[in-house]
């Protein structure tokens, strides 16, 4: 059974820091695509990073525009968890966040949610002004 497991969410005041972790089990991590999402009120899902998998010459990471610079997405292949660093928050980033897993590899794709098969519950992440 696949599971993907948030944490790290929370309130925190505009430019602050939050660090996200999602672990994941019953697939092989590290043939997989792996990506933070996030949902705001009344707003569609959309990808705030992704990486990919480690397989063969090393993962590569990509980032939302709005996010890039502020934002770091990382992965422990040997604990098989992901991690979303986020600096320098603002208040629209507030939404759940999600964590995503995807089999094979489409680089145009890595953002996008329809990419990815297997979801956790999401975790709260709330910025105030």
């Known amino acids: 059974q696949v599971q993907l497991v948030e944490s790290g969410g929370g309130s925190v005041q505009a430019g602050g820091s939050l660090r996200l972790a999602c672990e994941i089990s019953g697939i092989n991590y590290r043939a997989y695509c792996v990506a933070w999402f996030r949902q705001g009120p009344g707003k569609e899902r959309e990808g705030v990073a992704a990486i990919t998998s480690s397989m063969t010459s090393g993962s590569t990471t990509t980032y939302a525009e709005s996010v890039k610079g502020r934002f770091t997405i990382s992965r422990d292949n040997a604990k098989n968890i992901m991690y979303l660093q986020m600096d320098s928050l603002k208040p629209e980033e507030s939404g759940v966040y999600y964590c995503?897993?995807?089999?094979?590899?489409?680089?145009?794709?890595?953002?996008?949610?329809?990419?990815?098969?297997?979801w956790g519950q999401g975790t709260q992440v709330t910025v105030s002004s």
């Open positions: 995503a897993a995807a089999g094979g590899f489409e680089y145009a794709r890595l953002l996008d949610p329809g990419f990815y098969r297997h």
